[in-house]
């Protein structure tokens, strides 16, 4: 029995060592934003992106946004989206939550019902657009919560058919209570 002594040295020396040097300090993780629709995009947002349709050439995709809150509960989101050369769009989103990280409602465009899930700094959102055309976006508030940075995908049929990558930052705000 050699290696008993050898072990219980060895698990000596461990908590000795455990014990005896001072602890390492504790690096805080980061903190993450959440992303609340409704705070990030209350007041004005500025966005840019660039709008990839398969066998088309890149767009520059321009989109400005007032957020207000409204009496009823729901936050109203209007949007003017410049794409290129073209002529402005108008689209309205107005959204109402259930518990703070699951939204529903409504948009111009969509064919019926958006949804929306936050998870930590993430939202994610959902809508049909036509019979077999969806909508999913990605927006990542960056740390400062100033930036939220937005990956969109239209599905034709579940084939990627349009990509978006876009940029969106606040302008100014007000505070959303």
Known sequence: M???PVLL???????????????LPRIAPEAVPVFRPEVFFAGRTEGLGTLDVRGRSPEVVRVQS???????GTFRLHQTIRRDDDAPSERTWILRSSDGLHYT???????????ATVEGSR????YRMGTVT??????TLQPGGQLALNLATV?????PWARLTEQIRRVDAYTVH
């Open 2 to 4: 050699p290696r008993l």
């Open 9 to 23: 040295a060895a698990l000596a020396l461990g908590v000795c060592l455990g014990g005896c040097l001072p602890a």
């Open 66 to 72: 007032l957020g207000t809150p409204e009496p009823d």
């Open 105 to 115: 409602g409504t948009l111009t465009e969509a064919k019926g019902e958006v949804e």
């Open 123 to 126: 939202l994610h959102i959902h």
């Open 134 to 139: 969806t909508m999913t976006q990605n927006l």
């Open 155 to 159: 599905r034709v049929l579940g084939i």
